[in-house]
């Protein structure tokens, strides 16, 4: 709704419009300088709310107040109910110290409840191509120690000199 254009004071064009007045009570169909005559002694806006309706319907109130109140609700109703579907990495290597490891797998159990989706990726550098075991063995470690949130979307995969695999929430 806060995308819709209004039409405000002088860029209504229509002579008679049904009108609602400042107190929200409906004052009825009347003539468009009328409208605006009043909007002016209250010292706020005469806004178009239904420009399709006839005659169009137009209320008395203080626009800038309107815009602030619609910004609102839309940053409001964005934030509820929104399921996250990003895509969150982790980065292990091949001979990651446990530490390291568990600090990861921390993050990467945060990032599951927010509800991302988790890709791990094992780097492998120099001598490390010639055992891809040890990164299957950290991939394993991972997919163990996430099972009971996530569940593996798809297997440790080589490609190049990286290993990965993808975690979806439960």
């Known amino acids: 709704m806060a995308s819709q254009n209004y039409r405000v004071n002088r860029q209504i064009r229509s002579r008679e419009v049904r009108l609602i007045g400042a107190d929200g009570e409906p004052v009825g169909v009347v003539s468009i300088d009328r409208a605006k005559v009043l909007a002016q002694e209250a010292g706020l806006d005469l806004v178009e709310v239904s420009p399709n309706a006839r005659p169009p319907v137009c209320k008395v109130m203080d626009f800038g107040k309107f815009k602030y109140d619609q910004k609102k609700k839309e940053r409001a109703s964005g934030k509820k109910g929104r399921v996250v ?12 110290d446990k530490h390291d490891l568990e600090y990861r797998l921390k993050n990467g159990r945060k990032f599951l409840e927010e509800g991302h989706k988790v890709q791990v990726v094992c780097i492998f550098r120099g001598r490390q191509m010639a055992h891809p075991e040890h990164g299957y063995d950290v991939m394993r470690t991972v997919a163990r120690d996430l099972e009971d949130i996530s569940k593996v979307e798809s297997p440790p995969k080589m490609a190049g000199n990286r290993m990965t695999m ?5």
């Open 166 to 170: 993808m975690l979806a929430k439960r």
């Open 85 to 96: 579907s990003g895509l969150k990495e982790l980065r292990v290597r091949p001979a990651i």
